[in-house]
């Protein structure tokens, strides 16, 4: 699929932020990173649903050492357009499958961090060796929170959108993330 400099999902319009070209070496690099660090252990990578399924499919790939694939939905309750603070968690996994073993949070995208938060007291409780966190994205200037240790790229606090990530169910499918044209923008919208 050729890069589109500017596409609209719903009734906003969104610009290119970062070519699949960028997140494909961003991905490499995080791929030889996290080989070395989880080569000689017993790996389970936690996939964020639904976000980080794409930047998931490619990294575990671009490690290219064995590991156990899981998947974890995280959701927030409230309003449409923030979070609530409280996380429902759904695991698709027998916890007992965490004892004693490296867990790898795959997410796409941490931005206010309360997610993540919450995903990490969710997982502890299982009493794994050890949790880590690799985020494609990182919003420093909104987030809170224990920091992931692997960050793909910081941006600013701005809504962003494909490779996995979506405004209202839209626009998961492109390869390339994209911003919202602020140009455009006449409300503020939750990160996706
Ligand atoms: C997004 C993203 C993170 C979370 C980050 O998921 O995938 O999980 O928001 O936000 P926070 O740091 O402010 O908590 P979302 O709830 O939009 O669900 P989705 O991945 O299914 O789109």
Same mark, same amino acid.
């Given at each position: 699929m050729a890069t589109l400099k500017r596409v609209i999902i719903h009734d906003k319009a969104f610009k290119l932020l970062i070519p699949a070209e960028e997140i494909r070496s961003i991905v490499h690099r995080m791929g030889q990173q996290l080989a070395e660090r989880y080569a000689q252990e017993d790996l389970v990578c936690v996939v964020i649903l639904k976000g980080a399924f794409m930047f998931a499919n490619d990294l575990i790939r671009a490690m290219q050492i064995p590991c156990e694939i899981t998947f974890l939905r995280a959701q927030s309750y409230g309003a449409?357009? =923030?979070?609530?603070?409280k996380v429902h968690i759904e695991f698709?996994?027998?916890?007992?499958?965490?004892?004693?073993r490296a867990v790898l949070i795959i997410e796409d995208i941490v931005d206010s961090g309360l997610t993540l938060q919450a995903i990490r007291e969710y997982l502890a409780q299982h009493r794994p060796k050890s949790i880590e966190t690799a985020t494609l994205l990182l919003k420093p200037d909104t987030f809170q929170g224990p920091m992931p240790e692997y960050v793909g790229k910081a941006i600013s606090p701005l809504f962003v959108i494909g490779y996995g990530m979506d405004y209202n169910e839209g626009g998961? =499918?492109?390869?390339d993330i994209y911003v919202l044209d602020s140009s455009t923008a006449g409300t503020t919208v939750k990160q996706g």
């Open positions: 449409q357009m =923030y979070s609530s603070g698709f996994t027998n916890h007992q499958r965490l004892q004693d998961r =499918y492109l390869p």
